[in-house]
């Protein structure tokens, strides 16, 4: 990316994520009345506040997409067939690993076997459920192919429909699992459908009466600012609802986090290596790395509530995975950035 390309808010990102983050710690803590009001404007286990905050991320990728290059990414499926493997055979059992690892036996002498037991529980609820709404932000990031990773978004969505109860229910032995389907389907309507949709009717309607020459100097860049305000306000409201928490706990939040971080690192190491040996574009491979390393936390907070209960650790380990994820995912979007340069243009 020349730097000539990167604005402002993107060249100083890491800072504004880290005064976001204090500035969200700082409002659960001193002022929880905030976060509890927000708390309760939610349908179907999802905030709504974070969701048109995700909205308002999504919706200028969506303007980018061409619908030629949605059926173009379908005869192109190596990339798509990377996803799926990486996050429906492999991410499931690695991250069942990695947290079997480090709560069973690294850590065994200071977590409990009950605790244990609870954060490998939520552990594999999030390996179970890759990301639908914020890997949109990751692409965009490191300019992805936005055609292709709706593409990947949308099979995953539909593997995840069927894939998610059986593979949960294997790994954690646990009979009759129901999966919110309300929260998969609203998440799934809110963030990829409804801005999809308003994205391309927007797209046929400025270019229809303005041209492609104003669409892409003139409309599509005054959008250049909301995709980080939207992922910095969102910091601030997560970071909020879980302020007092990480105050509390920070060693528990640490000791679960160290596996997740793990985790996420390993996958996307391994999908991104392995998009490369089948010489994909980097348009195309940073994303189907993006989306197997990021999760679709807000499925699962909801299935560790229903499951386990709002105060459990299986919940509290979902919770640390919200609060690890954009950090993280951040310092991936600036190795896949640096990295450019080893794949095809």
């Keep these: 990316m020349k730097k000539s390309e990167i604005s402002f808010f993107e060249k100083y990102l890491t800072i504004w994520v880290a005064l976001c983050i204090a500035v969200g710690v700082a409002i659960g803590h001193f002022l929880p009345a905030a976060p509890d009001f927000l708390s309760k404007l939610e349908y179907a286990h999802v905030s709504i ?4 905050l995700i909205w308002l991320m999504i919706y200028p990728m969506m303007l980018k997409i061409d619908f030629g290059g949605v059926v173009k990414s379908l005869k192109e499926p190596k990339g798509l067939v990377l996803t799926l493997i990486v996050n429906w ?6 991250m069942y690993f990695f947290a079997w690892l480090f ?11 009950e605790n244990a037991k609870s ?8 390996g179970a ?7 949109f932000v990751w692409s965009h990031l490191t300019k992805g192919n936005p055609a292709y990773t709706l593409v990947q978004v949308a099979v995953n969505d539909l593997v995840l429909l069927v894939a998610f109860t059986p593979i949960v229910a ?4 646990i009979g009759g699992i129901t999966v919110p389907y309300a929260t998969l389907i609203l998440s ?9 949709f308003l994205g391309y009717l927007s797209r046929r309607l400025v270019i229809a009466h303005k041209g492609q020459e104003f669409f892409d100097k003139k409309f599509l860049p005054s959008f250049n600012g909301v995709t980080i305000g939207g992922l910095l306000l969102t910091l601030v409201i997560i970071f909020s609802f879980q302020g007092s928490v990480i105050l509390k706990q920070p060693s528990v939040i640490l000791l679960i986090a160290i596996p997740l971080i793990i985790q996420t690192f390993f996958i996307f190491t391994l999908a991104y290596s392995a998009a490369r040996f089948l010489k994909l574009g980097h348009d195309i491979a940073s994303p189907a790395a993006m989306i197997g390393a990021s999760n679709f936390f807000e499925l699962a907070v909801a299935v560790a509530i229903a499951l386990f209960g709002l105060s459990s650790g299986a919940t509290l380990a979902t919770v640390v995975g919200v609060l690890v994820e954009v950090p993280v995912m ?8 640096r990295t450019a340069g080893w794949f095809k243009k």
Excluded at 49 to 52: D, I, M, R, S
């Design 49 to 52: 506040p974070v969701a048109v």
């Design 89 to 94: 055979l492999i991410k499931p059992f690695t």
């Design 103 to 113: 709560f069973y036996h690294i850590f065994a002498d200071i977590i409990t076997a």
């Design 119 to 126: 954060y490998l529980a939520g552990a594999v609820l999030l």
């Design 129 to 135: 459920a890759p990301c639908t709404a914020m890997v």
């Design 170 to 173: 294997f790994l954690l032995g």
């Design 188 to 196: 799934v309507l809110l963030f990829v459908v409804i801005p999809l």
């Design 330 to 337: 951040l310092s991936l979007v600036a190795i896949s950035n």
